[in-house]
């Protein structure tokens, strides 16, 4: 087998073979994998609709070991060695985790996730169908149809006889909408399984059109400003004595961001909540607060919290050093203080690995008839687990879920049931040729 260190070395070879080896009708085993996806097809989406309608809110721990349970069996069926891990060190449910070890090729880390962010009091409990083909139900999207899409695969690879060759771990987490805390320990088997891994494949929906695939993702990241002057009577404000005041200080922090910061391509910073005035009794769980303050009094304080969202490593390392800058240039008499949260989703960097493997995954969709696939605009794409492997991995796409619904973490959130086949072709097809490369 060649080691992941060699792996790197020589991945870009494929390239080459994909662009000679094609979709042939000669190719007895692709053609055994896309008939198996076929024969399958129909037992894969009762098992969307059962899972959909198993409520698995991260909140709700029995749940998401429910369909954990549920996927498991399927797993253990492929022959994969599985485990439920215990989540309770970080306050949630656990993940599942499955692994198989092959003779060759490039290692492969599957991503799903088996919680929704639909709890207990959601009105959206169960699926419905709105014709022949979309499903409305809780979670159908985001994503029980993705981690069908990944079983539906390894079906297909099996019944094909090409499974055994392929080293691959599958990890479902518990805790995608809602992580665990500390985060850590939340996404410690995420990343260890992306240390051991050569190619990462995530099955969120990405931007739900199913002719995108993402190679990159915005990481994200919550800031808490803190910002302090000196309470006066309003007749005292830009004193020598008094100074600015706290809300003057904020605003100019807060123009300033958006000045230097606004044009830069797919770096967005939201400030969505702001309290200000004489006193302040901002809330435990940071969403709301109380304010005291009169127009004659200068404010002494104010509390302001938001968001900030990144392409890469280093667009996210520069805008915190630019916004620390900011915010310690202080009007007169005020202090400010710019803390960003220690739990926060890294981005996906696009890499030159990520937009190889595109090209692979571009060319299977249209070998198999099902036309060219381009990356996703990451504006249109939130954080995901994926990001996790981002150090890690040589190449890494995610988007292979089920796609074309809308309406995601919404009462409306759909899905295609027309895309699970295609996807679970085009994923099984690329792990074959990836393994089957001549280098």
């Known amino acids: 087998m060649i080691s992941k260190f060699n792996y790197k070395n020589v991945l870009f070879l494929i390239a080459l073979c994909f662009s000679i080896q094609g979709f042939s009708q000669n190719n007895r085993k692709e053609r055994k994998i896309v008939k198996a996806v076929d024969k399958h097809e129909a037992n894969a989406i009762e098992l969307i609709k059962k899972s959909v309608n198993i409520n698995s809110g991260t909140m709700n721990f029995e749940g998401v070991r429910e369909v954990g349970s549920l996927f498991k069996k399927e797993l253990d069926k492929l022959g994969f060695e599985t485990k439920l891990t215990d989540g309770s060190a970080y306050g949630r449910a656990g993940h599942l985790i499955a692994t198989r070890t092959g003779k060759r090729g490039p290692k492969f880390l599957m991503i799903g996730h088996l919680d929704t962010v639909f709890e207990l009091e959601s009105p959206l409990q169960e699926y419905r169908m709105l014709n022949d083909s979309i499903m409305k ?81 915005r990481g994200s990241a919550d800031w808490q400003l803190k910002v302090t002057g000196n309470p006066a009577h309003s007749s005292q404000i830009f004193t020598e004595a008094i100074g600015s005041g706290a809300i ?93 949260s220690k739990g926060a989703y890294p981005p996906l960097t696009k890499t030159e690995g990520n937009i190889k493997l595109l090209g692979y995954f571009n060319t299977v969709s249209q070998d198999l008839g099902f036309g060219s696939v381009t990356a996703v605009n990451p504006r249109n794409a939130g954080a995901a687990d ?17 796609t074309g619904g809308g309406g995601d973490h919404t009462i409306n959130e759909t899905g295609n049931l ?21 280098l």
């Open 137 to 217: 139900g809780p979670g159908v999207a985001d994503m029980k149809g993705g981690d069908v899409i990944i079983i539906l695969a390894m079906q297909a690879l099996k019944d094909a006889g090409v499974l055994d060759d392929m080293s691959i771990e599958i990890v479902m987490t518990g805790d995608e909408e809602k992580s665990g805390d500390p985060l850590e320990l939340s996404k410690k088997d995420l990343i260890d399984a992306a240390k051991r891994a050569d190619i990462a494949l995530g099955f969120e929906n990405g931007d739900n059109n199913p002719k995108t695939i993402v190679v990159s993702r």
């Open 386 to 402: 994926i990001s996790f492997t981002s150090e890690y991995v040589d190449m890494a796409i995610d988007g292979l879920g089920l």
């Open 248 to 340: 003057y200080e904020t605003s100019r922090i807060l123009n300033e961001f958006y000045v230097q910061l606004s044009k830069e391509k797919d770096l967005t910073f939201n400030p969505g909540f702001i309290i200000g005035g004489t006193t302040l009794k901002p809330d435990t769980d940071g969403t709301g607060g109380h304010a005291f303050g009169k127009t004659n009094v200068v404010s002494q304080e104010t509390i302001v919290r938001g968001d900030l969202r990144a392409v890469s490593l280093d667009q996210l390392v520069k805008a915190k050093e630019t916004m620390m800058k900011i915010v310690s240039e202080n009007y007169p008499k005020t202090k400010a203080e710019l803390i960003f």
């Open 418 to 438: 027309n895309t699970v086949a295609t996807q679970a072709k085009i994923t099984a097809v690329l792990m074959y040729r990836l393994v089957n490369s001549k």
